[in-house]
């Protein structure tokens, strides 16, 4: 579902930020287009 | 959401097309990730940002779902999201976006 696709990350700064869901995706066949971590309230 | 992030997906998805685009998310709650998915999806809600009006359709999961979980090795996975998985309420963010994906993405 992942593979070859350009990954919008949107993470949250009291639940899973955004580093942590880069580092998950980390030597995958996709690129990280934007990643970001904010309070979603 | 945020509206310079909004602009951002906007622009994202001009570039790259949203066939191409997956949105995953990492809210700490079932009701804020929801806004968010709705608002890659079918616009924003709220009538705020870049995306009021403009459904992208972009494909958005919580990294808690399992459709997620299973692409990502599960040391990875336990050392980077293994701390918060035991504090977040998966079941209703899993429930929430997930309903959300379902009745906006078609």
Redesign the interface.
């Known amino acids: 579902m992942l593979e070859g696709k350009k990954i919008i990350i949107l993470g949250d700064r009291d639940g899973i930020p955004g580093g942590a869901i880069e580092a998950c995706l980390a030597g995958k066949p996709l690129e990280v287009a934007f990643s970001t971590t904010a309070c979603f309230v | 959401?945020?509206l310079e992030?909004q602009k951002?997906?906007k622009a994202?998805a001009e570039q790259?097309g949203k066939e191409?685009?997956?949105?995953?998310?990492?809210?700490?709650?079932a009701e804020?990730?929801g806004?968010?998915a709705e608002t890659?999806i079918a616009g924003d809600p709220a009538y705020a940002g870049a995306l009021t009006g403009v459904p992208l359709g972009?494909p958005a999961y919580h990294?808690?779902e399992p459709?997620?979980r299973r692409?990502?090795d599960p040391a990875?996975?336990e050392?980077?999201?293994g701390m918060?998985e035991m504090v977040?309420p998966v079941e209703d963010i899993v429930k929430e976006v997930s309903s959300i994906r379902q009745k906006l993405l078609s």
């Open positions: 959401m945020d992030n951002r997906v994202l790259f191409n685009i997956v949105v995953l998310l990492g809210g700490a709650d804020a990730s806004l968010i890659v972009l990294i808690l459709e997620i692409e990502i990875v996975y050392a980077n999201i918060m977040l």
